[in-house]
């Protein structure tokens, strides 16, 4: 008896696992009710009696370093469990997907781009704005529509401050705060109080253009525009310049792009007429200069302005504004290759 459990003892001492499974293997080979050890226990009865003392501890002993061992084995799967779990560190990764850049973000950089390497650089300012920055400023008449609760968001208790209606406002503060020349791009989000459609909506984005220097003339104003164009729509792009009317520049024209779908033959996009318009533009007018403390006698300057969602459309064909707001990935994700 005493070299079986020698033996046994022997055993124990080298139990090793590789996972639960064969560690409960284990125990009910040495621990269960019908375990090695207990089948010893069992026959301790015909162990003759001057030998009991002797076999008895010896039984003990291999009883308590069995459950000692298969214990400490159990703690060692218990703590690897823990710190990685069932981990398989040879799996490939779970890719990531990767988002896309939004549409208007794409045209905005675009324009941005095209504009920064004609030397302007990007100004920027409040959406909240004052009376003074986004309308009196630049020279909107006291009743001017544009005023109106129609156009505008007022706040309610503050009469005075708007929502901007145009990033113009931001080319009043850098002529209040910079004297020429002046050289700037004003990106940014505008709001106008516009029931929401598919070809309209109560907030937009616009990049506005301001050049003002000593001797700059429309001449300067076309040229920047009609080299816009080709950068935006392709080297063969021609533009026409409408007279038109804003209050902060005279004179003031309306530019169109022969429309790049049909070529200028004439399509449903641009209404057979082979043109699309696509922003606004003008001298600035000597009213506005003087109001930013710029004297008129000594500089001039041009302005322009156009809608990011306007420019998107004529590239991409987005039939319905809404979707630039929407953030339905379906819409976004086709902008995955476009930049
Ligand atoms: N601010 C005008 C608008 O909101 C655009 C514009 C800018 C027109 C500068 C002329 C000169 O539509």
Redesign the pocket.
Known sequence: MISKINQLLQEVEALTAGNADELEALRIKYLSKKGAVNELMTDFRNVPADQKKEVGMRLNELKTRAQERIAALKEQFESMDSDCGDIDLTRSAYPVPMGTRHPLSIVKNEIISIFGRLGFSIAEGPEIEDDWHVFSALNFAEDHPARDMQDTFFIESHPDIILR??T?SVQTRTMESTQPPIRVICPGR?YRNEAISYRAHCFFH?V?GLYIDKQVSFTDLKQVLLLFAREMFGADTKIRLRPSY?P??EP?AEMDISCHICGGKGCPFCKHTGWVEI????MVDPNVLRNCHIDPDVYSGY???MGVERIANLKYQVKDLRLFSENDVRFLREFEHAY
Do not use: D, I, N, Y
């Open positions: 209606t145009h113009s505008v616009q506005e804003f902060f520049t003031s922003l606004g533009c003008g302005a322009f302005g």
